[in-house]
């Protein structure tokens, strides 16, 4: 799940060193955490959020049974599941 989140990527951002996934894995779900660096903020959320919306839809079809879930982290920000 990550090596595909972070092929998808590495066509979005322009520093793929910026790139940080942390894969939190459970039993029924998977938690993708995703940090970008700050510049490439705008190109991973895309207009009107569209473009990380379709990377949670390739996740998620990608998945199995299990669920997928990608939590983009903002610089500035912890992971809060809500």
């Known amino acids: 799940m990550q090596a ?3 092929h998808l990527l590495s ?3 322009k520093k793929p060193d910026g790139v940080s996934i942390n894969e939190v ?4 779900s998977v938690l993708l955490e995703l ?4 510049t490439d903020l705008d190109s991973v959320k895309g207009p009107d959020g569209e473009t990380l919306r ?4 390739v ?4 998945s199995g049974d299990r669920r997928a879930v990608l939590e983009l982290i903002e610089p500035g920000t912890t992971a809060v599941d809500e």
């Open 4 to 6: 595909l989140l972070q």
């Open 11 to 13: 066509g979005i951002v």
């Open 25 to 28: 894995g459970g039993e029924a």
């Open 35 to 38: 940090t970008v660096d700050p």
């Open 54 to 57: 379709a990377l949670r839809t």
């Open 59 to 62: 996740l998620s079809a990608s």
